[in-house]
């Protein structure tokens, strides 16, 4: 059996030595290689042919790529390069990469075509400058055949070891049994839903309530699919740190932690896989990027055969081959078969995992935890401010070799926006000035930083990043999402501006990831309506949707909605205290553990004032504005079996979703809100392109967010199939049937 690879992988893997050195990045996005392959080829000859697909057998390797650029009547292949550095700033070994990927192809159109020699070229790019570097030399075929056997020689050994891999994965796959003796209610037709949606080719819309074991009925499916040979990489994708932790815990039950034949990695960011943070990452001045690539292949035949490679493991071995444990995750997520992480590792328009499947023509599987949140992630992903303060600060702190780029920024921030009045304004284009004078400012920091040995930090840096950004979303600027500018007027003797790329409508970004992979299933206990999720996330008519019965009885569950109480902006300071009473009057019926869930801390502090007011006896908690990890922990500390405490959070933030309080530490929550978004211009500037659309504006922009949150901070109360709890909805547009419908099909509610 041929071990299948691509050109670009196998040169990567034969052909990288010294130093991880990425002076010469930020690189060119997707979109800026592909406008400079598309300006390259438009200046060519007919006789040029672009993008030629070529194959080729050799020491049990199959080679297949597309070279860049061919014509048999010059007789040179190129592959083409972009680059934002100045040409002679790249560094030899990413050169050495390059040259190893065009000789393969040169290697390749010989053996198709019976030639005896071939000029082989790597064309480099400028993406700013349009300025086109041709570096060429002819090859006999005879020295390129030798060139592949020998890089396919190196290679040949981990191609065996993998295939070894895979063969043993997938009769562990076919022999895999459900962890447990029996699968929870509900847990089953997930687990079915997601098996079947990925045998055919499917995504779905998976709808189930909280505690019936998601992680794992998703995760069960997704691995038994890899014995059919079909499918190459599960990509687990979570929100936040607690969703990675299941996902890890149900992998561990499936693995063994390693003691079967399942490799599980988990990625995890930069700033918190980094050994030297006071270090740049390249040989000059951090220990673990030197000799990066020299070391690199022992240490990932080490984590290969670990199989287990969570962040510990991970930083295990690369601090025992004494290389950066952040890049051999990097590495290791082309190796392994199931990997964990954010969201933004898929999601994002830099994102490692979508790249690797484009590049490597992976069949993947795509799972996505507590779905609910991608719309606002990804919102968040596509987005980015540039604020004038920062830019300002830059000017006076860089390295006096750059202040005069900033400096010259200032011209075009201020008089692209200098008629502007008012304190916000949105625009519909970009200015063409300022875009330009940000490509400027990128270009030469990016050639300063290309001589640097030394971390750069600071404000400059940070300005430099969120241009690179913001240069990248002016590219794909379009109608979902809008410019948006701030006069922030607090020294009335220097009115400074942000400027800012808000996205709206994140479907364009993300529907070309869904179907980049074989079968995505998008999970949560609130995706209704699927309608909604389905236009936003760019998933298609054709998306299926599952709803998983619940497994709790209504009995467990009294959900209440008093009458004649309003939670409207104009109505809150007279809802203090009818609310602050009908929370008094349950816990004195009932005592126990609650918690309150206010619209904002100021609400919150004020109806906690008004319940203390009124029962001073009351244990009360308060969640506060930027809580650490610690605080959070302590605050839920307090709700034990036996205690009696009344806490209040905000809807919508750490404590309305992925808190566990089974049993009577928690059995009631009042939410005093409908969670809507508040009326600002950026949310009416949705309602009103989804009007344009569907009009379906007020529900896209308010009414469906604001549900979600309700609906996962109620989901806090009921836990296991022997809980019992109670919801107040203390507003009375939770009546209206717009409203009721959307909320879980199992509730009853009490009274009219």
Same mark, same amino acid.
């Given at each position: 059996m041929n071990y299948p690879v691509s050109v670009r992988g196998l040169a990567a893997f034969t052909a990288k030595l010294g130093d991880l050195d990425l002076r010469f990045t930020p690189a060119p996005s997707a979109i800026d290689g592909i406008r400079g392959h598309q300006a390259v080829t438009a200046k060519r000859a007919a006789h040029w042919q672009p993008e030629v697909s070529l194959s080729l057998v050799c020491q049990g390797i199959e080679l297949s790529g597309r070279c860049d650029l061919w014509s048999s009547e010059v007789g040179r292949v190129e592959e083409i390069k972009t680059h934002r550095v100045p040409i002679e700033r790249i560094p030899d070994n990413h050169c050495a990469l390059h040259w190893a990927q065009a000789k393969l192809y040169g290697a390749m159109l010989c053996e198709a075509q019976g030639l005896s020699q071939i000029e082989v070229g790597v064309l480099y790019y400028h993406v700013v400058s349009g300025e086109e570097t041709l570096q060429s030399e002819r090859f006999s075929a005879s020295d390129l055949a030798t060139f592949v056997k020998v890089s396919c020689q190196s290679f040949r050994a981990w191609a065996e070891m993998e295939l070894a891999h895979r063969r043993r994965r997938d009769a562990f796959s076919t022999g895999l049994n459900?962890? %447990?003796?029996?699968?929870?209610?509900?847990? %089953?037709?997930?687990?079915?839903?997601?098996?079947?949606?990925?045998?055919?080719?499917?995504?779905?819309?998976?709808?189930?309530?909280?505690?019936?074991?998601?992680?794992?009925?998703?995760?069960?499916?997704?691995?038994?699919?890899?014995?059919?040979g079909e499918l190459d990489r599960v990509f687990f994708l979570t929100a936040k740190t607690p969703g990675r932790a299941l996902a890890l815990d149900a992998a561990d039950r499936l693995s063994?932690?390693?003691?079967?034949?399942?490799?599980?990695?988990?990625?995890?960011?930069?700033?918190?896989?980094?050994?030297?943070?006071?270090?740049?990452?390249?040989?000059?001045?951090?220990?673990?990027?030197?000799?990066? %690539?020299?070391r690199l292949p022992l240490a990932r035949v080490e984590a290969a055969q670990a199989r287990w490679l969570d962040r510990e493991r991970v930083r295990e071995i690369a601090l025992a081959y004494r290389v950066c444990p952040y890049y051999l995750a990097q590495e290791m997520s082309q190796w392994c078969d199931v990997v964990i992480g954010d969201y933004n590792y898929y999601f994002d328009a830099q994102a490692l995992l979508h790249a690797r499947t484009l590049e490597s023509g992976w069949r993947a599987v795509v799972l996505v935890d507590e779905a609910h949140n991608l719309v606002e992630r990804a919102r968040a992903m596509y987005s980015v401010v540039l604020d004038q303060a920062v830019l300002e600060?830059?000017?006076?702190?860089?390295?006096?070799?750059?202040?005069?780029?900033?400096?010259?920024?200032m011209p075009a921030w201020e008089n692209s926006f200098a008629r502007q009045t008012a304190a916000r304004a949105y625009y519909h284009e970009i200015p063409e000035a300022l875009l330009k004078a940000l490509q400027n400012l990128v270009s030469k920091v990016t050639d300063f930083l290309g001589d640097a040995a030394i971390r750069h930090d600071g404000p400059y840096m940070q300005f430099y990043f969120e241009a690179l950004a913001f240069i990248r979303l002016a590219d794909v600027f379009a109608d979902h999402s809008v410019l948006e500018v701030t006069l922030d007027e607090s020294d009335a003797l220097n009115v400074r501006t942000q400027i800012a790329i808000r996205n709206l409508i994140p479907s364009p970004h993300l529907a070309p990831?869904?179907?980049?992979?074989?079968?995505?299933?998008l999970f949560s206990a609130t995706l209704s309506p699927p309608e909604y999720?389905?236009?936003?996330?760019?998933?298609g008519e054709q998306t299926r949707v599952l709803d998983v019965p619940s497994p709790f009885d209504p009995s467990q569950l009294r959900v209440v909605i008093p009458p004649g109480l309003s939670t409207r902006y104009s109505d809150r300071a007279n809802s203090l205290g009818p609310i602050a009473e009908q929370i008094i009057a349950q816990c004195d019926s009932e005592p126990g553990n609650y918690l309150v869930f206010a619209s904002s801390y100021h609400y919150l502090q004020e109806l906690h004032a008004a319940v203390q007011q009124r029962a001073p006896a009351l244990a009360t908690q308060c969640q506060t504005a930027g809580m650490s990890e610690d605080q959070r922990s302590e605050f839920l500390a307090h709700f034990s079996e036996v205690s009696q405490i009344l806490g209040f959070a905000v809807l919508g933030g750490a404590f309305g979703e992925g808190v566990d309080l089974p049993g009577r530490r928690l059995i009631g929550a009042f939410i005093t809100t409908m969670g809507m978004p508040a009326n600002e211009p950026l949310t009416e500037l949705l309602r009103e392109r989804i009007d344009q659309n569907n009009q379906q504006g007020f529900d896209y922009a308010y009414r469906y967010p604001g549900l979600q949150k309700v609906v996962q901070a109620a989901g806090r109360v009921v836990r296991t199939l022997t809980d019992t709890g109670v919801i107040y909805l203390l507003d009375d547009r939770y009546r209206r049937h717009e409203n009721r419908r959307l909320l879980p099909s199992w509730w009853r509610i009490e009274g009219p």
């Open positions: 459900f962890p %447990y003796p029996s699968f929870r209610v509900g847990q %089953y037709e997930l687990a079915r839903g997601v098996y079947t949606a990925i045998s055919n080719g499917a995504s779905q819309l998976a709808q189930a309530t909280t505690g019936i074991g998601k992680t794992l009925a998703t995760l069960f499916p997704a691995v038994k699919q890899m014995a059919r063994g932690r390693g003691e079967q034949p399942l490799r599980v990695l988990e990625l995890v960011a930069r700033d918190k896989a980094c050994e030297h943070p006071d270090k740049a990452c390249h040989g000059d001045s951090c220990p673990l990027a030197q000799g990066f %690539y020299d600060a830059s000017a006076a702190q860089a390295p006096s070799a750059l202040r005069g780029a900033f400096k010259a920024l990831r869904f179907a980049n992979a074989v079968s995505s299933t999720h389905r236009g936003m996330l760019g998933l």
